[in-house]
């Protein structure tokens, strides 16, 4: 199994692309929704689950905010969103037979320099890894750590 996944080809390659463009429209519905004082997690989830049906997406979808935020619970409740609070987002999803997982943590209004200068270095960080990783398989991005 583990050969078989490292083989890529034009088929698969369109797919996650579609259905990362599902994912895209769910987030973009779930962004749309956040509303200080008025959007409560579980109604944010619903609704992210409601335009993943009608897409013919099946699985899950957390939203955790606030306090909630720092431990990354993965039950949902109906807590208030409030201004500044960070809202994480977990979607898993299933579309002909493949099967992913994207999350995002996003800020509710109140833009502060500290978290644009933290949020900043996690992308230098990563595209850097981007960078050590690219062309590699597995094994040798293990020995990069």
Not at 42 to 67: D, K, M, P, Q, Y
Not at 102 to 129: E, G, H
């Amino acid at each position: 199994m583990s050969e078989v996944r490292m083989i890529k080809n034009t088929g698969r390659d369109l797919a996650a692309q579609h259905f990362a463009m599902m994912v895209d429209a769910a987030y973009d519905e779930l962004y749309r929704a956040m509303k200080a004082g008025h959007a409560r997690e579980r109604a944010l989830g619903w609704s992210a689950s409601s335009l993943r049906s009608r897409l013919g997406i099946c699985g899950a979808v957390n939203a955790i905010s606030g306090e909630r935020c720092q431990s990354l619970r993965k039950c949902v409740s109906d807590r208030v969103l409030r201004p500044g609070d960070p809202v994480y987002y977990d979607i898993l999803h299933s579309y002909m037979g493949y099967r992913t997982c994207y999350y995002r943590c996003l800020r509710l209004a109140m833009r502060r320099t500290a978290m644009v200068d933290a949020y900043k270095r996690c992308r230098d960080y990563l595209d850097a890894a981007i960078e050590r990783a690219s062309g590699k398989d597995t094994s040798e991005i293990a020995r990069l750590a």
